[in-house]
């Protein structure tokens, strides 16, 4: 029995190494070199499990590993040794722990390629310097950041999602230069932090914008020149009212996505033809007057092309008496739902 075990397991050992093309010995050697606090398993030998243990320093990964898990430890530091042999890595989780801008070594993280960098949960007060510039995700939510040190993402062309929601980066944290460098992100998540003005200079690739929680007053009336992908935009939880938005700001064709529940509107935007999604609701709107809102001109509706294509809408939580205004319907004719 323990010898048909054996054969099978070297077998099994076999064909995953074929499967990802490991040279044979370099499996063994990484599962030889498994830490002892760690778990490796033999049919996903490029990764190695370290979460869940009470950890507080990284162990010795072996060199061929390619993802390695470690949150939910009390990891202090993000020592270069722990991690020098690891060339490999391409995903590294090490959500809730207790890691700090002072535990992060120079040069960490620096040579690797790294794709996928998850370090929500910790104690950064800083986004860290000297991010590998292979980096295509970075979540860095629920740290305490309150600073965005000029350059740090100089260089980090491939990064597609920063993910910098519940911190503490107030307007001053960012100037014109903070996201210099991020040539193709898609997604920007600010949310849960302590913003009053729209951050400047978002990169413009951005096609996922998010901002919900903070207290953002106004939007200039140009902020969105400099953003022509965004297709989804997320203001909910701020302090915006009619003052503060431009009444055309909406304006933008590549919209398909607009959220702004919870603020203090008294007045609907005006929005372009192409939104799909419009959420209103919990302002403080009165009325809605679907021929002052309708993007397209009354003779325009009478061609079937022209139609606006907003199918969702939202304005309950409002002051809106029912029913829904007829110029409403007669101008969004592709609504499939609309809460008042
Ligand atoms: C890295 O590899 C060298 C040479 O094989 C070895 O001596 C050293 O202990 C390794 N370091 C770590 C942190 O694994
Ligand atoms: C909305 O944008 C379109 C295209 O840029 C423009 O032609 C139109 O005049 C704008 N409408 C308003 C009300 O700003
Ligand atoms: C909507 O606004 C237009 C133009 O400002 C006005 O002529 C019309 O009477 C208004 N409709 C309603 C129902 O108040």
């Given amino acids: ?69 470690l949150q939910n430890n009390v990891i202090e530091t993000l020592s270069m040794e722990a991690l020098s042999n690891a060339t490999q890595l391409r995903w590294v989780n090490i959500n809730h722990n207790r890691i700090t801008n002072e535990g992060i070594e120079e040069g960490a993280l620096g040579a690797s390629k790294l794709l996928q960098l998850y370090m929500a949960d910790n104690l ?16 860095l939510s629920n740290n305490q950041i309150s600073r965005i040190p000029t350059g740090v993402f100089s260089g980090m062309d491939r990064l597609h999602l920063l993910d910098l929601q519940g911190n503490k980066l107030a307007d001053d944290a960012m100037t014109e230069l903070s996201f210099e460098g991020l040539g193709s992100l898609v997604q920007m998540n600010l949310a849960r932090n302590q913003l009053s003005s729209m951050p400047p200079r978002v990169p413009p690739t951005t096609a996922q914008l998010f901002l919900d929680g903070n207290s953002i007053e106004r939007i200039p009336s140009k902020y969105f020149q400099g953003l022509p992908e965004v297709a989804f935009l997320r203001l909910n939880n701020n302090k915006l009212s009619h003052s503060g938005v431009p009444w055309n700001v909406f304006n933008m064709s590549s919209l398909l996505e607009l959220q702004l529940s919870h603020n203090l509107l008294t007045e609907v935007p005006f929005i372009a033809p192409s939104l799909e999604h419009l959420h209103l609701d919990h302002n403080r709107i009165k009325s809605v007057n679907g021929s002052n809102i309708c993007p397209v001109l009354a003779e325009a509706l009478e061609d079937n092309a022209n139609v606006p294509k907003l199918r ?15 110029d409403v319907v007669t101008c969004f004719r592709l609504l499939r739902s609309i809460v008042i």
């Fill in 124 to 139: 950064l007060t800083s986004v860290p310097t000297g991010l590998p510039h292979s980096l295509e995700q970075l979540q």
């Fill in 1 to 69: 029995m323990s010898l048909l075990l054996g054969v099978f397991s070297a077998f099994c050992l076999l064909g995953a190494a074929l499967s990802q093309d490991i040279p044979y010995e370099d499996l063994l050697a990484q599962i030889q070199g498994c830490p002892a606090e760690c778990y490796c398993p033999r049919n996903f030998p490029r990764a190695v499990y370290c979460d869940n243990r009470e950890l507080k320093r990284i162990p010795k990964i072996p060199p061929q590993t390619m993802y390695l898990y």
């Fill in 312 to 326: 969702f809408l939202r304005l309950d939580g409002n002051d809106i008496p029912p029913p829904i205004p007829r």
